[in-house]
């Protein structure tokens, strides 16, 4: 079975510069998340969907930040502008319906530096 | 949402078991406890869930007394490539949302 796909796998911008992850979840998988870890950190939640609809975003920085899920499957992440802080990698995870929902598969993640 | 607390960091040798105590005091009747392991440069793995008493697979057992307001990963004869960070999760049966992994503890396994 693959694994949750991200891409790119590491990306350094200038500060005010834009970019964008790509994530494919596990076919099938129902709940799709994208999270932000900070070195020395764990992981934090920064949006949850369910297919394609959007179950969390209260952690999402809305004014540069912004996810879509695309027919259920795909989803991309997406900040702008770029702010020094957000230097971290950003994790994507799924995981299935019903009562396994609650095991989480993460990607790679891809590691952004913003100079 | 229940929060937990864990050790910041552990120690031990090769071939030792590592018991890392996980605290939920505000667990909810429909919460399961998740563990996850996390490997420098990796996303996190998921390793095991339980919701009481005691359960088992080919990685670690999870012990969680009758209360449920704490639990303990039991790592039997750990080795070197067990060096990780360990995180503990509560979360609602089928996972729920709000997924809130804390600092975990970072278990350094010396020779």
């Known amino acids: 079975e693959a694994g949750v796909a991200q891409s790119p796998r590491y990306k350094i911008i200038e500060k005010r510069q834009s970019v964008a992850f790509w994530c494919n979840p596990i076919?099938?998988?129902?709940?799709l998340y994208w999270y932000q870890q900070i070195l020395g950190q764990g992981p934090k939640l920064l949006i949850q969907?369910?297919?394609?609809?959007?179950?969390?975003d209260s952690q999402l920085p809305k004014d540069r930040f912004s996810a879509e899920r695309l027919k259920g499957v795909d989803s991309t992440l997406k900040i702008q502008p770029a702010k020094l802080e957000d230097s971290a990698v950003y994790l994507c995870?799924?995981?299935?319906?019903?009562?396994?929902?609650?095991?989480?598969?993460f990607g790679p993640g891809t590691r952004l530096t913003v100079t | 949402l229940a929060k937990t607390t864990q050790p910041i960091s552990m120690d031990s040798y090769e071939g030792q078991e590592v018991n890392i105590t996980c605290s939920h005091n505000?667990?909810?009747?429909?919460?399961?406890i998740t563990w996850y392991q996390q490997f420098p440069s990796q996303g996190p793995r998921f390793i095991i869930q339980?919701?009481?008493t005691k359960v088992t697979n080919e990685v670690a057992s999870l012990f969680i007394p009758a209360d449920r307001k704490s639990s303990t990963l039991s790592l039997p004869r750990v080795s070197l490539s067990d060096t990780a960070v360990y995180y503990c999760?509560?979360?609602?049966?089928?996972?729920?949302?709000?997924?809130?992994f804390g600092a975990g503890t970072r278990l350094f396994v010396k020779a």
């Open positions: 076919s099938g998988h129902a709940t």
């Open positions: 969907f369910q297919n394609n609809g959007v179950v969390d």
């Open positions: 505000n667990i909810a009747t429909n919460d399961y």
């Open positions: 995870a799924s995981s299935p319906a019903g009562p396994m929902g609650y095991e989480q598969y």
């Open positions: 999760l509560v979360v609602p049966e089928g996972g729920g949302f709000k997924t809130i």
């Open positions: 339980g919701y009481k």
